[in-house]
């Protein structure tokens, strides 16, 4: 096999040098444009598992970074004078210039060929001339630029500018340093990567560089200005530059990494954020990867299909928890008011790879510190502490997020409903919330849609909320009302969801005649007079939930039903009062939730669900939806409930674990309203960590209550917690602590008699 490698950084030499250690017949060359010794970085770092497969995969290179690295467990965080310091993280770093040595001894050891000062010919000749073409060429890569048709790349330009410089000084952990200046905010992340050095990161949103003038000065000047802003830090030495530039992150998607016999690795595949690792490190991780592929498979396609298959999965997540992590310090302003620990905390877990247990693991008495600062009493973990809405006090941040059940008959909720709620209030969670109760039969999703319009109704949910407070004392019920909107009239969920009945259907009402799908029925455009109407239903149904005795009101102002099918762009296109400026948007939400409180007791609180972004071009923004948070509070509203899409069918969201909750951080902060976070928040770890770091008041959690009606309680035995916070159902006592099972560790038999 002949194989050539365009680019020689570190991902592109350890693929040739592993591909020609594997086989020596191949022949493997590598172009690289720049000289042996160019490098356009300081330190690179590597996790000990990354070097785990280095050292199975080839012990020669091991051996060789062993000699070389710079370890360290701590990481410090400096805020306002203050320095927090976290242990037990692990980190190995050198140098890359070091690195770039060690690879190019090795293949030449190997009798890997390096063009050095080379551009690499053309990629469709190289296909043509070689087996197997490996493009390493980096972020800007030209040959997937050249093959974009087949690679389908996506490159995302980011807020913040940031240089890479180095210290001659030796920092004794991972430093995170934040400078609030006269034109912003600015952050430091810097490491040692050799005995005397540091690499060195500023950072800062683009309207704060451009303020501080550094768009105005020459790199020289850039440098000298950083040692100033971050003397205390650099213990005043000075910064040095290597073809240092300000520049913008970039984070690189393709939807194929193969075309024919040219593959992409590295960088020009993807790209994750330089605050959660390093680049170089998943550039080796891909190059061990194809080679294990090419070694399994048979014929190329196989191999190279395998190599992104075995991939892809890793990067994605990879790329999700840097993406979290760049934004987390793109909005960095957003957390400086918060207490010392906690700061420090919320950036420690800011990816969501290290979590409020994990963090317990490496350091517990800095977790301790945070918990104490926090408020938690020894022994409890922040999701059972107290949490008070107006005249409510919720024992523990747990809620059973609305989920539709579809299951009531003429909207009456039956013995189904009880059960299910019944068992989830059983199950520990500090509020408990019915699904969607809609106000009238037209505002139903499905046939399947529980009301609050009749007294029959009344009666059945009151059912349901004294056997809550009788049989789960200290859980609180809540009720959600809204009306469906233009996504009314269709099936059952498992029957088709969001389709229209093939009989039975009902007209149906919106703020604009849009249909939500284009087989979905167009609905009418509301006047001012069925406006009123449609305010008095919400009233109405309140008053029944007062008087059904639930203890909290939500307001569904989500998901595309009648009040977020205002509040958007996309679905509001009316050219009245009601139309047109976010704050004309807000007008009938707004005179919904005034009648509603009007009607609902003074001491209950209201809570309001909104959609904080539409997932799709030209809707509801993250600053729109603080706008409208901000709104509902100033009209009472107690928390927001911060969901996200679901308005428009063609929506494109960001999955990932608790995706949702930087919209709830943030209209946290900017509006000093309580929030509720919702949407892949699965584990306890998560609600613990959510809280401590101040990213929400309480967690929703729906799929996890539907897998297990004690979730809460499940929690608290895990954790190995009984108190206030979390209270067992008496008849229910002796199953709080984990069933024994089949022993798994037990001594093997032996079978030999040894030597």
Known sequence: MRVAVIGGGPGGLYAAALLKRLDPAREVTVWERNAPDDTFGFGVVLSDETLGGIEHADPVVYEALKAEFVRWDDI????????????????????????????????????????????APDPARLTETYDLVIAADGV?????????????????????????????VAFDAFRFEIAETEHGV?????????????????????EVWRAAGFAEVETAESVERCAKIFADALGGRSLRSNNSAWTTFRTVVNDRWSHGNLVLLGDAAHTAHFSIGSGTK???????????????????????????????????????????????FENLALHLGEPPRQFAFNLLTRSRRVTHDNLRLRDPHFTDAVEREFGCPPGTPPMFTPFRL?????????????????????????????????????GGAGLVMTEMVCVSAEGRITPGCAGLYTGRQAEAWRRITDFVHAQAPGTAIGVQLGHSGRKGSTKLMWEGMDEPLDEGNWPLVAASPIPYTPASQTPRE??????????????????????????????????????????????NH????????????????????????????????????????????????????????????????????????????????????SYQTPYADRIRHETGAPV????????????????????????????????????????????GYSGPGVVWPAPYRAGSRRPQTGRADAPKPRLTLGG
């Open 140 to 168: 800007h890569s030209t040959t997937r630029e050249a093959h974009a048709e087949a690679f389908g790349p996506s490159v995302e330009e980011h807020r913040c500018r940031y240089i890479w410089l180095a210290a001659d």
């Open 390 to 426: 107006r005249g409510l006090t919720l024992r523990n941040r747990v809620v059973v997020s609305p989920m539709d059940m579809y299951s009531a008959v003429d909207g009456v909720p039956g013995d189904f409903h009880l059960v299910h709620l019944g068992a989830r209030a059983l």
């Open 282 to 328: 998943l550039a080796v991780e891909d190059a061990l990867a194809l080679a294990a592929c090419l070694r399994e498979h048979s014929s190329l396609p196989a191999a190279l299909a395998a190599y992104e298959e075995e991939r892809r999965p890793v990067v994605a997540s990879t790329q999700r928890a840097a993406r979290a992590s760049l934004e987390w």
């Open 76 to 119: 410090d965080i400096v805020h306002r004078g203050v320095r927090h310091t976290s242990g037990g993280h692990g980190f190995a770093a050198l140098g890359r210039r070091r690195l770039l040595e060690i690879l190019h001894e090795r293949c030449r050891g190997l009798g890997v060929e390096l063009r050095f000062r080379t551009e």
């Open 526 to 571: 509301l006047s001012r007079a069925q406006l009123t109407d449609i305010r008095e239903q919400f009233a109405a149904a309140a008053w029944r939930a007062a008087r059904c005795g639930f203890d909290l009101l939500e307001l569904h102002c989500a998901h595309g039903y009648l009040l977020s099918g205002f509040l958007s762009p996309l679905t």
């Open 574 to 657: 009316r050219t009245d009062g009601y139309g047109g400026t976010l704050a004309q948007r807000l007008r009938f939400p707004l005179e919904v939730f005034d009648a509603v409180r009007a009607v609902w007791p003074e001491d209950k609180p209201m809570t309001v669900r909104i959609s904080a972004t539409d997932w799709a071009e030209g809707g509801t923004t993250a600053e729109d939806a603080v706008e409208i948070a901000r709104a509902f509070a100033a009209h009472g509203a107690d928390a927001i409930d911060v969901s996200t899409g679901q308005v428009v069918a063609g929506e494109q969201p960001a999955y990932g674990r």
């Open 676 to 719: 509720i976070a919702v949407g892949a928040i699965s584990s306890w770890d998560d609600v613990n960590s959510l809280i401590l770091a101040g990213r929400t008041d309480l967690c929703a959690l729906a799929r996890p209550h539907l897998y297990d009606p004690h979730w809460t309680l499940h929690a608290a035995a895990e954790q």
């Open 186 to 206: 600015m952050q430091l992340h810097g490491y040692p990567y050799a005995p005397d050095a540091s690499t060195v990161i500023v950072e800062m949103r683009e």
